[in-house]
């Protein structure tokens, strides 16, 4: 297993891999996401019913799964050309083969 320094070689803090426009949509991302832990947060305290609050959970889940495809799209983009040997069949093969792994995890 790789640790996190090792990992955080491969982009070292300023190097740019997301634009500015890329960094204000994932923050925006993340303001919603804030918004409906907030919003769970005071369902459960209004004691609201369980399918309600589930609901908000299953909107929290999507929101926090789309920050990380997005946030992983911009990766993949910065990385397999700088960080992965082989043609890009190879390359697309290696990626596709660690998420299928990743999502079988989730």
């Known amino acids: ?18 634009d500015d426009a890329s960094k204000r949509a994932l923050r925006n991302r993340l303001a919603r996401l804030e918004g409906h832990f907030r919003a769970v947060r005071t369902m459960l305290d209004e004691e609201r019913c369980a399918d309600e609050i589930l609901l908000q959970v299953a909107a ?18 910065s ?16 990626v596709t083969k660690v998420l299928a792994t990743l999502l079988k995890q989730s």
Do not use: I, Q, W
């Not at 297993?1 to 997301?18: A, E, F, N, Q, R």
């Not at 929290?60 to 911009?74: D, M, P, T, Y």
């Not at 990385?79 to 290696?94: I, V």
């Open 1 to 18: 297993m790789t640790s996190k320094t090792d990992l955080s070689t491969l982009h070292p803090v300023g190097t740019g891999y997301l």
């Open 60 to 77: 929290v889940k999507a929101a926090l799964n789309r920050f990380s495809a997005v946030l992983l799209e911009h990766e993949l983009h």
């Open 79 to 94: 990385c397999m050309d700088t960080c992965m040997e082989g043609d890009p069949g190879e390359r697309l093969e290696k």
